[in-house]
């Protein structure tokens, strides 16, 4: 008979959980594994709230398998490290982001790209490599194998810093992948939400001209002059679409809703590069004279390595950029899902689990 989420390991621990695709959460009580000697045992104290974790509650994507603990965006302090464990020591900051597992051998983890293994494993809602259910963030702790636990650098809060443990890296890594870093370029980064208002500041810390695409006339003030961009295209104006047209050299697509590309192609120069990060729930139609006709690319980019994972750390600690965070409680997670799903948040929420998770 299979073993209860609360016998199944050794260690009790408390979070909370969503029992179904009504996506409410709720106290959950379930258990972690020992410290293995690959292992760094984590005390949480803060966990982002990503979109993905909005989608898995409520099973939009279709492959949820309940009781779910959600949150990939995590910084806490190594409470235990394993006899093996070279890279980390106990009281240190880290962070734990969206995958905690990897075959470790296939093409993809000997090139540092273990977001892309076959076997990968996600920090929630996955099967990890002990063959048992991962559960994530919003918990008291966590246990990961070392490779996938990435050093917090001095400077970079645990509270705003924790997003970019998802939202920082997705827009990184296709940056650097897609040459999307040369200064002075133009790059137009089409939705502003947690995912956009970060590209906004890696762009410019690049040394790129950024431009915020977004449906919201409301958002130019806070896009110039609190996020740094350069200029505001509003998407929905025809005008200033047909003005903006072949002025940009890249662009970021956050947009997680249906939407059309072409207007979005019809911005980008000969040779200029489309790159989708967004996750629609249907397919989108890609037309393909403007792609011909102007030597153009549309590519797509899921977070990054682990290597890449730490070298943005590293980065964002450098110019110092972070996410804008709402705080909120543990109690409150339903209410900021709630806001999250109407794009009511500037531009992440944050748990502060440590001062507010406690068993009932």
Known sequence: MPKSPETEHPNKVFGWAARDKSGLLSPFHFSRRDNGENDVTVKILYCGVCHTDLHTIKNDWGYSFYPVVPGHEIVGIATKVGKNVTKFREGERVGVGVITG????????NQDLENY??????????IGSDGTKTYGGYSETIVVDQRFVLRFPEGLPSDSGAPLLCAGITVYSPMKYYGMTEPGKHLGVAGLGGLGHVAVKIGKAFGLKVTVISSSPSKEDEAINRLGADSFLVSSDPQKMKAAVGTMDYIIDTVSAVHALFPLLGLLKVNGKLVTLGLPEKPLELPIFPLVL???????????????????LGFCAKHNITADIELIKIDEINTAMDRLAKSDVRYRFVIDVANSLSPP
């Open 294 to 312: 102007g030597r153009k690319m549309v590519g797509g980019s899921d977070i990054g390595g682990m290597k890449e994972t730490q070298e943005m």
């Open 117 to 126: 293994c076959p076997q990968m494993s996600f920090t929630y809602n996955s």
């Open 102 to 109: 990897s075959c470790q051998s296939c093409e993809s983890c």
